[in-house]
């Protein structure tokens, strides 16, 4: 059932991702394909801030600060298991890997190894104040307009 706090949660965390991602294209290694990167990310953060704040929204600001967190944590893990998932098929396609059971663990190393570029604090720090900033605006439409 579509309600304002979904659809707010939608668009605050659409464009958290956005800029996480667009943040984070400095840290891929040269000659990465980021032509649909943000776009991608952006509809990762549409759907999670639809489907998980959007139903969380309604139980008080400060359960709303760790929504918001959980909610971007929950777009970090599905950005990086998407495009993990993409350039293990791309590799595959190569023929990188011997066989099925390689490709799947590869997809778990390339998520391992993309991770470690969030060393850079600006990925993270985007995440963390977007994820509080959108929790307590999708709580605040919350309670404004339901």
């Known amino acids: 059932m579509p309600?304002?706090?979904?659809?707010?949660?939608?668009?605050?965390?659409?464009?958290?991702?956005f800029i996480a991602a667009y943040l984070f294209i400095p840290a891929l290694p040269e000659g990465t394909q980021v032509k649909l990167f943000a776009p991608i990310s952006a509809a990762i953060g549409l759907v999670a801030g639809w489907k998980v704040m959007g139903n969380l929204a309604g139980k008080g600001y400060q359960q709303a600060i760790s929504f918001g967190l959980q909610t971007s944590i929950v777009i970090l893990f599905f950005a990086l298991l998407g495009f993990s998932t993409y350039l293990m098929i791309v590799r595959s396609t190569k023929g990188r890997y011997e066989g099925p059971s390689e490709a799947v663990l590869a997809v778990f190393q390339l998520m391992l190894d993309y991770a470690m570029l969030l060393a850079s604090p600006a990925t993270p720090i985007a995440l963390a104040v977007g994820g509080v900033l959108g929790g307590l605006i999708v709580e605040w439409s919350k309670k404004r307009w339901s």
């Open 3 to 17: 309600t304002a706090a979904k659809l707010v949660g939608a668009a605050v965390f659409a464009l958290v991702a």
